[in-house]
């Protein structure tokens, strides 16, 4: 259905874009007839992906290898967008990753530094370099933060850091790109299935029950999905055309309300 395409013709760049919520932001955006292209370190599942997607339409992805932590690959990733497609409409900075729990005195420097330039320069750089053909579009960039960014997380000291500065970025960026009509937004998930969910509740004692526990977080007794992503960022993309700056939770409630969370000896 023609009618559904909100999204027809755009050129859209996400980056981690071959699982968990990068790879359902990829998937509406294809859904919503836009040329997307992705990247990811992992070539074998976005090979999957673009297959997958391709064969479904009615727009189109193409996967291209890139390690976002790296300067000249960020370049690349957004040069090649442009040879193929001649333009860009959206920049949705989304690859990022969340180390395992470890208490802020068990954390080095360097483990810290590594983690701002992966979750948090590599936004910055791939927004730098997009914002020149952005501003010809008028187009926009939505940046992905988390849930933990307002609220904290427990043995989290440098993810929830990145992730917190990435919130304030936007609305600095929003700012400077008025002008232009550029629009920067950002959305904050909670708890949205993924494998990076299950493979740090694989690393807990019990995986079934931290998964349950990860559930049972949210009003809705559910987590989000990687479609929900996907639809948030839609309408970042397609409708929010007179919000910039802000920042949605994708959270199902989970920072609502009184919970136990005395971490006091009683």
């Keep these: 259905m023609a009618s559904a395409q909100r999204y027809q013709d755009k050129v859209v760049i996400v980056t981690g874009g071959s699982k968990g919520i990068g790879r359902g932001i990829v998937k509406v955006f294809v859904q919503n007839g836009s040329k997307v292209v992705f990247c990811a370190r992992g070539v074998e599942a976005g090979k999957r992906v673009e297959d997958e997607l391709n064969k479904a339409g009615p727009g189109l992805c193409h996967f291209v290898s890139c390690d976002i932590s790296k300067e000249e690959e960020i370049k690349m990733l957004i040069n090649t967008t442009v040879e193929r497609f ?98 920067v937004n950002c959305f904050s998930p909670g708890n949205v299935m993924t494998p990076l969910w299950e493979e740090l509740a694989g690393q807990t004692p019990d995986a079934a029950a931290a998964i349950k526990e ?35 939770l994708l959270s199902g409630g989970a920072e609502l309300n009184y919970a136990f969370k005395s971490q006091i000896p009683h």
């Design 86 to 183: 001649g333009k860009i409409d959206c920049l949705v900075n989304n690859a990022g990753w969340h180390p395992p729990h470890k208490p802020t005195d068990e954390t080095s420097a360097d483990e810290f530094r590594d983690l701002l330039n992966l979750n948090l320069i590599s936004y910055f750089l791939a927004s730098k370099f997009a914002l020149p053909y952005l501003r010809k579009t008028q187009g926009n960039i939505i940046n992905v933060s988390s849930l933990v960014a307002s609220i904290g997380q427990k043995d989290a000291a440098p993810y929830v850091a990145t992730k917190g500065a990435i919130i304030s970025m936007t609305k600095a960026m929003a700012v400077d790109e008025s002008r232009y009509n550029v629009r």
């Design 214 to 248: 990860g559930e049972n977080a949210q009003l809705f007794g559910r987590m989000g999905t990687e479609e929900e992503s996907g639809l948030m960022a839609l309408f970042f993309a397609a409708d929010a055309t007179f919000c910039t700056g802000i920042d949605l």
